[in-house]
Every structure is written in structure tokens, then in C-alpha cells.
């Protein structure tokens, strides 16, 4: 079949790829660069997705748990196993036993999982993991272990996996709109025509077909994610909770340096993408409620942010849920949603529904 995928991030990349290995003659068409957009702002993770345990979605992160162990045997060279640091304080929200037993069911949905198991740490083990954390309140906490990655440059790997796999990737060719009989209409107003079109375009996936004059079954609530880069090296990687809240932030190794993040917060499409002011000192604020060594903005070297796509059934607006939905209208099959570690696993699932 000839096949059209309308997006350059890593879901649609890996959607080409899966495509274009089982025979079909596959085009990716991007508006800017492959790679450039919400795929490679990420907090540079491959994980299951601890905090989704909570809202009960264990097939999620029995999926992304298996995505993850596959991605990090996919390419070593630009993955590896991250040790992550589970504090826990007096004040915590989430008391000793209620982790324990989530780390336990980490453990059992991780199979047999090539990563070490958690283990529950004391107070002194803590200390000698991360010197640096405040001490006071600290009653122990936890080790587990999640995957890491360059996002940028692992999704180039792919995407250098699907031209090797005879796709063609068209970058800086915006599609204008689509049909459900198979034709699309560049920016330019070039018509083209395909067995099938693939709208995998993540955060303007709903805005392609409204644009298109289709109804969407799901909406999508757009939210930023924006990260700091600050200078001094992480001692270890850390899951905290933010102060005043139940919100999980992350305090990563990057590069030598200490990556920050990541927020939350809604915004229109067409608004810059950039941390903003109250991000940084929201993220500031939240490290140093847990570090004896404060950070200021003059620490930071780099900040990045990107959009994400939150998935809504358009019946039941109220409900918001992160995985991924699919809507099929003739020979167009689009995509709400969808998370990196679980790409591939996506582009599996878009291929059954193809053949």
C-alpha cells in the first residue's frame, strides 16, 4: 500500500518504520524538521510511568515497562539503566507502605525485566546516595530503576532506520488538510492522493481535522512541559514529590549537568513554546525545598519546554487520560495522543489496523 504519515515525531516515525519493514511504500510528511518539536523536549526517559499506578493503569505500564526493556536492547549506545532515588519525609503525601507496595507492583508488571528490582532504603542509605538532600523529616526511601536516552538523537536513529527501510521523510512540507478517501492537500495546495493516511501529527492531530471539515471523537488538552538544565552535576537521579502538592518532579543526570522537570500547564497551540518566568521559579523552588545546596536562576544553563497532547472523549470532556486513541474515517486513521517509551508499540498496534 501506498501509505501517508502526516508527522516527524517519534510516534510517527516509528509508525513508518513498522509500515515500511512489512513491504508498504511509506511517506512521512513534516511541517518542520523530523525530531525538532514535542518528541525531543522530553524529560529524556524511557519509563513505565510509576505515577500511573495511581490512577490504576496497569496496562499502561505493563506495555511501557515492556517498551522500555526493549528500547534499551534496541540501542544501548544511546540508552542506558537509571538508578532513580525515591525519597520519603514525614510530610510526604504518599507514606512508606503505600510506595512499597506500588514499587512491588513496578516490579511484578516489569516481568522479567533485565533492570534490578526496587529496594526499600534507610534513612543513612538515602544520605550516602545523595548527601546533598535535606535531612531533616527523612525517614528512608526507595531505589528503583527506569530507563534513559538522548530523545533527539535516538529519534534520528529511527528516523535514519526508516530511510535505510526505502521511506521517504518530505521535512518542511506542511499538509494543509485531509480526506477520508485517501487525498491530501499540501500548504501549497499540491493534491496527493494514498491508499491510506496516517494523522500522527501528536499536539495538531485534532486541529488536521477540524482543519479538514472532520468531526474528532476525542479532544485533546494541550500542556506544557518545560525543563531547567542548571550547571552543577547530579549526584543521583531523584523522584520528588513538589511541595504543597501531589505532583512528581524529576532531578536527572544530563550531559555532565542537573535536568530539572517537568511542569504542567495548558496553553493554546499557537502560543510560543518557552519556560516561562513562573515555570522556572516553580521548579527553583521545588529543588530547593529538598536540597541543603540552594540553586538560583543565575545556575541555570539551559532551559527547553514542549507540548504534549492529553487525550479527551469528546462525549465526556471531564475525563482526561494519557495513553492514545484512535479515530478511523474511510482511508483516514488518526491518532490522539501517544507516549515516547511506547512508540513502537503504537506503530504495532497502527499496523494490525492497516493489514
Not at 510516534?11 to 518504520?17: H, K, P, V
Not at 492529553?310 to 487520560?321: C, E, Q, W
Request: a positive charge; one cysteine or more.
Amino acid at each position: 500500500m501506498r501509505i501517508a504519515v502526516i508527522g516527524g515525531g517519534i510516534n510517527g516515525l516509528c509508525s513508518a518504520w513498522r509500515l515500511a519493514k512489512s513491504g508498504d511504500d511509506v511517506t512521512v510528511f513534516e511541517r518542520a524538521r523530523v525530531m525538532e518539536a514535542t518528541s525531543a523536549a522530553s524529560s529524556k526517559m524511557l519509563h513505565g510511568g510509576l505515577r500511573y499506578l495511581e490512577t490504576g493503569q496497569f496496562l499502561l505500564v505493563r506495555e511501557a515497562l515492556r517498551e522500555r526493556d526493549a528500547w534499551l536492547a534496541r540501542a544501548p549506545r544511546l540508552t542506558r539503566p537509571l538508578p532513580i532515588l525515591l525519597p520519603v519525609y514525614r510530610s510526604s503525601r504518599r507514606p512508606m507502605w503505600m510506595l512499597a507496595v506500588g514499587m512491588k507492583l513496578y516490579d511484578l508488571l516489569a516481568g522479567k525485566s533485565r533492570l534490578p528490582k526496587s529496594e526499600a532504603l534507610t534513612r543513612e542509605q538515602v544520605v550516602t546516595l545523595a548527601p546533598t538532600l535535606k535531612t531533616d523529616d527523612l525517614l528512608g526511601g526507595f531505589r528503583y530503576h527506569d530507563g534513559q536516552m538522548d530523545d533527539r538523537r535516538l529519534g534520528l536513529w529511527v528516523a535514519e532506520q526508516c530511510r535505510q527501510a526505502g521511506v521517504v521523510i518530505k521535512e518542511r512540507v506542511a499538509v494543509g488538510s485531509v480526506s477520508p478517501d485517501g487525498r491530501l492537500t499540501l500548504a501549497t495546495g499540491e493534491p496527493l492522493a494514498f491508499d491510506q493516511i496516517l494523522n500522527i501529527a501528536g499536539p495538531w492531530a485534532e486541529k488536521l481535522l477540524t482543519d479538514s471539515g472532520i468531526e474528532p471523537r476525542y479532544r485533546l488538552d494541550v500542556v506544557r512541559g518545560s525543563h531547567l538544565v542548571v550547571a552543577c552535576p547530579c549526584e543521583h537521579a531523584l523522584l520528588l514529590e513538589v511541595p504543597g502538592d501531589k505532583r512528581i518532579f524529576f532531578v536527572l543526570p544530563w550531559k555532565g549537568r542537573t535536568l530539572i522537570g517537568t511542569t504542567e500547564v495548558r496553553q493554546p497551540l499557537d502560543a510560543p513554546i518557552a519556560c516561562s518566568d513562573e515555570e522556572t521559579d516553580y521548579l527553583l523552588k521545588a529543588y530547593n525545598h529538598f536540597h541543603s545546596r540552594p540553586i538560583s536562576a543565575a545556575d541555570i544553563v539551559e532551559t527547553f519546554a514542549g507540548i504534549r497532547p492529553l487525550v479527551k472523549s469528546a462525549g465526556d470532556p471531564t475525563r482526561a487520560r494519557r495513553d492514545y486513541a484512535f479515530q478511523r474515517n474511510g482511508k483516514l486513521l488518526s491518532v490522539f495522543g501517544g507516549k515516547w517509551t511506547t512508540s513502537l508499540a503504537l506503530a504495532d498496534k497502527l499496523k494490525r489496523r492497516l493489514h
